[in-house]
């Protein structure tokens, strides 16, 4: 689980979320979309011929799909059990936002694309075993 990427800036906390939720709800929002840039990635290299030799990009783009489905998997089970339930999400050019119920309190967490650029590109580096700690 990603949890090195998470602690960097961090949004007013949602009402009723401790830290370590805060972390799973960021992890909620920003996973799902490197799964969707992955598998965009993972289309193009297999459909349009951009890798003169495809094979090796391809089962790198698979494994990384594999490992984030992995993680959300876990998140989800993560929120579950802290009675954490997300019930609605929405992204844009703009954020990524989530509602969700916590323990009887509502909320809605949102990341401003300012918030969250650079922490995707190093999920990216993460999840395709380029991540070197920096």
Known sequence: MVEVIVRMSNPTRPSGASA???QLLRNAA??????SVFEADLAV??????????GPYIALIRR???RLAGDIART??????CGIEIWGEGRS???IALQYDCRGDRGRYALTRGMFAGELELLMDYYLGLFDGR
């Open 45 to 54: 290299a297999r459909d349009e011929g951009t890798f003169p030799i495809p």
């Open 76 to 81: 989800e089970r993560l929120l579950r059990q």
């Open 64 to 66: 990384a799909v594999r």
């Open 30 to 35: 920003l996973l799902p979309v490197v799964l």
């Open 20 to 22: 370590e939720e805060l």
């Open 93 to 95: 050019h703009r954020e």
